[in-house]
């Protein structure tokens, strides 16, 4: 499970990608935008969950290999706190709510519930709540916080390098 103190850092490097994806695109921050972080949030979900596979219940292939899971994992990771750092969310004052949910099944239908909630009122409270459940499949998961923050930096780098290149 990732730390408060590593959500905040992770936060902050966040704003350092978006920082740069504005300026390097000439975009305003609005409604808009977070409105399309929403969407891109939902697709990475899908990625994800497609990779990880435990909806396919027509296929015995097997998950893909870890990397490639928390690869997809991380993606949503990046937009989800986009989208917090957007609406502003204080992370040191978040908090971990614990779900029931133990499957991720059960998150990927609570966290779509918790999309359209957010979606139409970019409430903090939802937002915790749905931040709580994506960080919850990554204990359902056991994808250690070292995973998880090497995955990060992996890919923000990554992130990075494709803003030079006119990705």
């Known amino acids: ?13 966040q704003k350092k990608l978006d920082a740069y994806i504005v300026e390097n695109h000439q975009l305003k921050v609005n409604k808009e935008m977070l409105r399309k972080k ?24 097997p998950s893909s290999d870890l990397a490639m899971q928390l690869d997809e994992y991380i993606d949503g990771l990046h937009f989800i706190l986009s989208i ?18 133990t499957t991720n099944l059960d998150c990927y239908f609570e966290i779509i519930s ?5 979606s139409k009122e970019f409430d903090l409270v939802i937002y915790q709540e749905l931040l709580s459940c994506y960080l919850n499949i990554a204990k359902i998961k ?17 992130n990075f390098e494709r803003q030079n290149n006119n990705y």
């Not at 499970?1 to 905040?8: A, E, F, H, Y």
């Not at 990625?47 to 219940?57: H, M, P, Q």
């Not at 918790?114 to 957010?118: S, T, V």
């Open 84 to 101: 917090g750092n957007q609406i502003n969310v204080d992370f040191n004052n978040f908090a971990m709510i614990n779900f029931k949910t």
């Open 114 to 118: 918790l999309l359209a909630k957010f």
């Open 142 to 158: 056991n994808y250690s916080e070292e995973e998880l923050l090497n995955a990060y930096k992996i890919k923000n780098k990554i």
């Open 1 to 13: 499970m990732i730390t408060k103190n590593n959500i905040i850092w992770l936060s902050e490097q």
């Open 38 to 61: 929403i969407i891109a949030f939902l697709v990475e979900l899908g990625e994800y969950a497609n990779e990880e596979r435990s909806f396919k219940y027509w296929s015995k292939k």
